[in-house]
């Protein structure tokens, strides 16, 4: 049956495939530093560690979603005795341990066969991992927050749910609730789905848990009553609407859509292959991703209601979003149990299509990814031969033409500069290494990986020795923040600033959050940052709207309406990117309107002056502020 049938049949041959999977792993999730939400988190973190540094901040004084997470008390022992960026990376790298452990014995054990689990994980890794509107959120996060773990914690929690240790899966989940109660819900929502396959008894059972549960919450206060009444009103629904819009399952693209719509699609093909608990947990994967849109709509898009407004149930499609991507390997993988053409077939029209609806046209590429996905079924289920060999010398010039035509846009990447900044502007699953996208990446490992099937054989030295290579290479390439970022994490050397903005007084530093809280230790005044928060308060909404248009002043952003409309290609607002004239009178008119503001961080030119300059002239720490550093009153 060829190479690819030795491959599966014998674990000489699987292992160094396994090995492969330490340098993609590092590859396509490293670590971005203090970015996304891990900013808001690091920053309750340290108010938490250094007895409320960040008082007089707006956040810390309205509150934040870290009001139902233990995670800031948990790690702010580490933050007391290392920086901001050491605490993070260790916990990113505990993190990111607990994730790939879980994912390795729950693949392993829901496939039955380590080979084939290679498949499933080598698909998982390389494909895109996004699994939101607007891209905000993915699977395995290359950066430090609770998500990482509960994911984590719910592989672990189904492996041990399904190797029978009911205890340790139910402690499992309560942790993961304690640290993420959102995705720690889907965690038991996944496990009760799979309960109720079973019996009619479990239905009774949850029902009254439920009720029981539901009375317990609502009499005691923790869920607030009014809440499940409650519409979001006025300023509250504005700032939500435009600030956070990714909540709104009827704002995402046609190109979230079809992502979503084509990787769901690949768990029916599971079904064909599975039977038992397996087809159980497929079964609850798509019950609970779908019913958390549906109600995701039904409560936030259409009713507003703020309770399921805050749950953000959309969420539950994490997990049939990733089991779609390890299905695709999975299922490759029993093709070619079955045979060589029907492997081969597969393995380059998912591709096609993951690449054609990804990067080129999204209507024609989920026809087929869906026409892929019922032939799959179709297949394993016997119910046709096979791929007719006409049809997959079509797919097959089809993939060669798209290989030779990425090919030849990275020549025109590399030979036209500006060809870069369209591609980074463009496609949001850029990943930075060398300006290839992740989709342009596993195109290429895979075809890589195919080639080496078929046609060549190395000899195991050699290719353990490449694997080390491959593996050295992606340790360095790892840390994958900007210059910027390790600045503003404290490579920058701020020292003299320190006698000239008194502890606890807020700033406003252009463009980010970052070196109010993580540089100088000082409260912020304004960032978009503090936007992400406003669902879950309608104080911070208000004052999230107040400040943003005082600070629209000096630099001409609107970060209420951050987000473009779904339907335009173009990417949000790039703050760092924004060139406005300043004048005096700007400052003057911000600071006449912003009481709270102490200090002013700024990078322009102020009438075609340079009054600060926080990224160049202090990086010495040895440079004496210019007169126009000063309070807000001056």
Known sequence: MG??????????????????????ALLMFPHEGIIHDSRLYVFDILNIAQAGIFANDVLAAIGTQDNYTLYSYIAAPLYKILSPWAATS???????????????????????????????????????????????????????????FVEGLTFWSLWSFFSRKYLVSVILVAVALSLHPIMGLIAASLLIATLVQEGRRWWWIFGGAAAVGAA????????????????????????????????????????????????????VPLLALFSGWQRRLVISALVVGGSGLLLSFIGTDVLHNVLLSQVQTSRAIWFVYLLGNIGLGVVVANMYRRSEEDGDAFFFLYILVWTIAHLLWPIPGIILGLTASLLAYLRLTDKIAGIPSIFRRLIYTL?????????????????????????I?????????????????????????????????FPSQL??????????????????RS????????????????????QGAQVYWQGNTKGAWFLLGRPSYFADTLGSGTVFSEPLAVEFLKRGQIIHALDGVDYVDIWRPATVREQPVNKSDVVKELARDDLVTACTNAPALDFLMLTRKIDGQ????????????????PAGLGSSGE
Request: proline residues 3%.
């Open 3 to 24: 190479n690819m049938i030795k491959f599966i049949k014998t674990y000489d041959a699987a292992k160094y495939y396994y090995l492969l999977l330490i340098p993609v």
């Open 90 to 148: 260790l916990v990113f790298v505990a993190g990111q341990l607990l994730w790939f452990s879980g994912i390795f014995v729950l693949v392993t054990k829901f496939t039955e066969d380590k080979r084939i689990a290679c498949f499933g994980l080598l698909s998982a890794f390389l494909l895109p991992t996004e699994y939101f509107g607007f891209s905000v959120l993915s699977y395995g996060e290359s950066f430090a927050t609770p998500r990482l």
């Open 216 to 267: 317990v919450a609502l009499g005691s206060g923790v869920v607030p009553v009014e809440r499940l009444t409650a519409a979001l009103e006025g300023e509250w629904l504005e700032v939500v609407q435009k600030r956070a819009k990714y909540l709104y399952v009827s704002e995402w693209s046609v190109k979230d859509w079809v992502r979503i719509t084509f990787v769901t699609s690949i768990t």
């Open 399 to 423: 993939t060669g033409m798209m290989f030779f035509w990425m090919a030849f846009f990275r020549v025109k990447f590399w030979l036209i500069p500006a060809n870069r900044d369209a591609i």
């Open 425 to 457: 502007q463009n496609d949001n699953a850029f990943v930075g290494i060398s300006g290839f996208t992740q989709m342009e990446l596993a195109f290429i490992v895979f075809i890589i990986f195919a080639v080496v099937r078929l046609r060549l054989k």
């Open 463 to 480: 290719t353990l020795a490449l694997l080390i290579l491959l593996t050295a290479w992606s340790i360095s390439v790892w840390d994958r």
């Open 483 to 502: 210059a910027n970022d390790r600045g503003l994490e404290g490579d920058y050397v701020v020292d003299a600033l320190f006698d000239h903005i008194p």
């Open 610 to 625: 340079i009054i600060i300059s926080a990224y160049g002239r202090y990086r010495t720490g040895k440079v004496t502020p």
